[in-house]
Structures are given as C-alpha cells and as structure tokens.
C-alpha cells in the first residue's frame, strides 16, 4: 500500500471524505471557511485515491483540538487513521517552543476511545468529560 500525506485538502474532498462516513455535510462555503481557517490539515492519499483526513483547529499558542478525523471504509484498519493522527501532532509540536506547551483536546465520538488511546491521547472520565453543544 502506497500511502501519501500532503497538507491541503479541498473543500470537494473535505465533503467526499465526510460523506464517506456518513456524517452531517455542510455548505460550501461553510467548508471553505472551515479550510480557510485551520491550523493544520492533513490528507493521506494510496495509489493515488483519497484516502483519509484529519485537521486541527485552534489558537496556535495554547489550545487546539483534533476534529475530523476519517479515513474511507474500505481504507480503514490499515493503519491510516493513526498515521494522520502523528502527523497532526508532529506539525503541532514543530510550533510549540522550548519552555511552552499546548494542551490537544478532542472530543471522540462514542466507540472510539481506544482509537485515540492508541494514538496516545489519555481518557479519564473520572477526571475529565468532555460536552459539546
Ligand atoms: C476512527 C477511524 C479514523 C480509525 O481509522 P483507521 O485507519 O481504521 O484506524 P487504524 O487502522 O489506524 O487503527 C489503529 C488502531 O486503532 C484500532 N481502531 C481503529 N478504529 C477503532 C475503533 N473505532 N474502536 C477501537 N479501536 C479502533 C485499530 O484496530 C488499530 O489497533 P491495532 O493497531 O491494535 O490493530 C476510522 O474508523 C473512521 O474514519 N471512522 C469513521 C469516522 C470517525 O468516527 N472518526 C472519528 C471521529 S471522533
């Protein structure tokens, strides 16, 4: 499997990849916007074909948050998701400086805990729940 990352995702490819799984699509220029405005995306393509996305947004000084996270069913369970995952945190600690630290929030939808374990994200519910609005 040939997988690739670059850093620019359309806004097309945005709603193929969130259409792919299912989830609430938005407008255009909802997206456009959305793009226009993030810190860090990344897209990873094999043998050419979409084949996952991820983005972060936030302040680029002490709070981002991962979101949008999805890789193509027929591309899942191969390792992807956990790749974009490390890049996004790559590109997130080649910003952050000696002496600081910013805090990665992410808000996993229900089932998917131990996939952001596994990508070394804590969860402890006993000490912090995550609401959304
Ligand atoms: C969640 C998602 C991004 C995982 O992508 P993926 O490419 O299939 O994940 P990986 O192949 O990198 O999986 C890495 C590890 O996590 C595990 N894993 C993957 N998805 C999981 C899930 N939903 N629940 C538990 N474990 C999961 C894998 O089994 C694998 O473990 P292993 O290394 O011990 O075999 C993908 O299933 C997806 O896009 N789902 C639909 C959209 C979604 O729900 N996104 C997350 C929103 S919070």
Same mark, same amino acid.
């Given at each position: ?7 620019? @995702?359309?806004s097309d490819e945005f709603l193929e %990849? ?7 699509? #938005?407008?255009?220029?909802?997206? &456009?916007n959305a793009l226009a405005n993030t810190? #860090? %995306?990344?897209?990873?393509?094999v043998d050419g074909k979409l084949a ?6 936030? &302040?680029?000084? @002490?709070? $981002?948050?991962?979101?949008? @996270? $999805?890789? =193509? ?6 390792? @992807?998701? !956990? ?7 790559? !590109? ?9 630290? %910013? ?12 996939? #952001?374990? =596994? ?11 995550? %609401?959304? !609005?």
């Amino acid at each position: 499997m040939d997988i690739k990352f670059d850093y620019n @995702i359309t806004s097309d490819e945005f709603l193929e %990849m969130v259409e792919s799984v299912g989830w609430k699509t #938005y407008s255009k220029k909802q997206i &456009d916007n959305a793009l226009a405005n993030t810190m #860090y %995306m990344v897209k990873a393509t094999v043998d050419g074909k979409l084949a996952g996305i991820g983005r972060v947004v936030g &302040d680029y000084s @002490i709070v $981002c948050m991962l979101t949008d @996270i $999805c890789v =193509k069913p027929e591309f899942q369970k191969h390792g @992807i998701g !956990l790749k974009i995952v490390e890049e996004l945190k790559n !590109l997130i600690s080649s910003n952050v400086h000696e002496g600081e630290k %910013m805090q990665i929030e992410l808000t996993p939808t229900a089932g998917n805990e131990s996939f #952001y374990q =596994k990508a070394g994200f804590k969860y402890n519910p006993e000490k912090i729940t995550g %609401m959304y !609005l």
